[in-house]
């Protein structure tokens, strides 16, 4: 009589993905924050993973864990398994639903570069559906559900790897920008003085590095309300309120209809560059070329 043993079972998918993330981000937390559970969660299942591997993968310290090295040894073979089975599902879905277009983007971006573009893609391809999400950060193409990002970056020029393709769509440049009727009381740099300057959280150095540039003078005061929002501080600007630092490619539309104008006529590039990246999952998408050519003509 022939027996069948049992066969031996392998590690919990969840175990090995929170090991991964724990492991090349650093920490449980940051894991968490990417796998969208509790770090108690993370933790619990690398404890189950170094259980049925019989060792310890981190060491646990006050300030945080550190890999072991045996778990310095595994992290690439894992972080490279990862990635390709986030390709071979991310290229499923894109190839199951080819006519929906996922986009993520910066929220300002989203909202004030991104938006006036989408007619145009529309008009280029109806059939086309185009879903976008905002995001803080940027996401990993090779892992999560999208085609592609729009963000800016630091130092980047149009390039290739394994997994996505970069094109840079132009330097960010800053300057002051704010209503017709603010501008008129501007005569001079010593007049900001007099105005309220507005501020986006995310770029909080704008005003120092723009100021330094332009004038070389620290002891202009440029005290003034923070907004979360990038786009909601624009719109403040638009209304009246105050005076903010316009990023080029997110003020253009405002500053050709007028209502937003550039009192100054000094101009910072900074080290950075929006950029489009795509993923290798869409690579064969035959609309992703159409949408490319779209954004960059506009």
Request: with cysteine.
């Amino acid at each position: 009589m022939t027996i069948a043993p049992p066969r031996p079972q392998i590690p919990p998918l969840n175990s090995l993905r929170a090991f991964e993330a724990a492991a090349r981000l650093g920490g449980f937390s940051s894991a968490a924050e990417e796998l969208c559970v509790t770090p108690g969660a993370v933790a619990q299942h690398v404890k189950s993973l170094e259980a049925w591997v019989g060792a310890d993968l981190f060491i646990r310290r006050s300030q945080g864990v550190e890999l072991t090295e045996l778990g310095q040894n595994v992290l690439v073979d894992f972080s490279a398994a990862f990635d390709q089975l986030g390709l071979a599902v991310q290229t499923l879905r894109s190839q199951a639903t080819p006519k929906h277009i996922r986009i993520a983007a910066l929220p300002s971006i989203a909202q004030l570069w991104l938006s006036p573009k989408l007619p145009f893609i529309r008009e280029a391809a109806p059939e086309l559906t185009i879903s976008v999400t905002a995001l803080e950060k940027e996401p990993n193409l090779q892992r999560e559900p999208f085609d592609l990002s729009i963000f800016y970056r630091e130092n980047v020029n149009s390039e290739q790897d394994a997994y996505s393709t970069t094109y840079e769509v132009c330097k960010d440049i800053i300057f002051p920008v704010c209503s017709p009727q603010v501008a008129k009381r501007l005569q001079n740099h010593e007049d900001l003085n007099k105005e309220l300057c507005l501020h986006d959280a995310s770029w909080a150095n704008d005003w120092a590095n723009w100021i330094f540039y332009a004038f070389t003078d620290n002891s202009l005061n440029t005290d003034g309300p923070v907004f979360s929002l990038y786009g909601l501080a624009i719109e403040e600007a638009r209304n009246g309120a105050g005076i903010m630092m316009g990023h080029k490619a997110l003020v253009e539309n405002h500053l050709k209809d007028g209502s937003l104008v550039a009192p100054y006529d000094k101009a910072l590039m900074l080290d950075r560059a929006l950029v489009i990246e795509t993923a290798k999952s869409a690579k064969d998408n035959p609309y992703l070329d159409l949408i490319i050519k779209t954004l960059l003509a506009q």
